[in-house]
């Protein structure tokens, strides 16, 4: 299985300051076929199911605000909000969706400094 | 509008069964790969099982494999987890998920449902 590791478990961050999530697989999520990385990000508030935000590592999608963003490649990525709003608080979710099982970090808790 | 909607949860012993269901609709289910997603309490996400388009094709978590059984029902666009010999590790959310792309196993999940809660407990 491929296991995603996520850093830090936790942050606070003031609001309107930067926001950095890393996530880390076990074995790279890079298709050479395709050239695309099979890395998804969710946002999951209290309550409520996860919300797909990126896909192919990247890729937004609709309606998500351009703060988040993905970056990386082969097995090191980020999820960057660049902005934090306080509607962001949130546990935050990668995904690998290059093999199966499909895998899931553990998570990261966004809070409010 | 995309719609899943989970039932069939409850508190169930150890060693009972329950059957899930998840009601799809807004889009063409018979079109995609179908999946269980599960959550303990206060935990991270965990894969359980996916089921392909005409239901030829069934995969499972190592943990429950020989225990639950994914089906789907495309003429009433319903989505199926019987889970059977329950134990407290099974004790979660499960939502029912809709990959992004139609034919497509290897996918990220543009829709969940709300989920449903099972809880395994004497």
């Known amino acids: 299985d491929i296991v995603m590791t996520q850093s830090p478990d936790s942050l606070a961050v003031s609001l309107g300051e930067r926001a950095t999530i890393n996530c880390k697989s076990s074995r790279s999520v890079l298709y050479s076929s395709d050239s695309k990385n099979y890395l998804a990000w969710y946002q999951q508030k209290s309550g409520q199911p996860p919300k797909l935000l990126i896909s192919?590592?990247?890729t937004r999608e609709s309606g998500v605000p351009d703060r988040f963003s993905g970056s990386g490649s082969g097995t090191d990525f980020t999820l960057t909000i660049s902005s934090l709003q306080a509607e962001d608080v949130a546990v935050y979710f990668c995904?690998?969706?290059?093999?199966?099982?499909?895998?899931f970090g553990q998570g990261t808790k966004v809070e409010v400094k | 509008e995309v719609q899943l909607l989970e039932s069939g949860g409850g508190l169930v012993q150890p060693g009972g069964s329950l059957r899930l269901s998840c009601a799809a609709s807004?889009?063409?289910?018979?079109?995609?790969?179908m999946s269980w997603v599960r959550q303990a309490p206060g935990k991270g996400l965990e894969w359980v099982s996916t089921i392909s388009e005409n239901g030829d094709n069934t995969y499972y978590t190592d943990s429950v494999k020989g225990r639950f059984t994914i089906s789907r029902d495309n003429w009433s666009s319903t989505l199926s987890l019987q889970m059977n010999s329950l134990r407290g590790e099974d004790t979660a959310i499960y939502y029912c998920a809709k990959p992004e792309r139609q034919w497509e196993q290897l996918c990220s999940f543009d829709f969940w449902g709300q989920g449903t809660l099972v809880t395994v407990s004497s």
């Open positions: 192919w590592a990247s």
């Open positions: 807004g889009f063409t289910f018979s079109s995609y790969v």
């Open positions: 995904q690998q969706y290059y093999t199966t099982p499909l895998t």
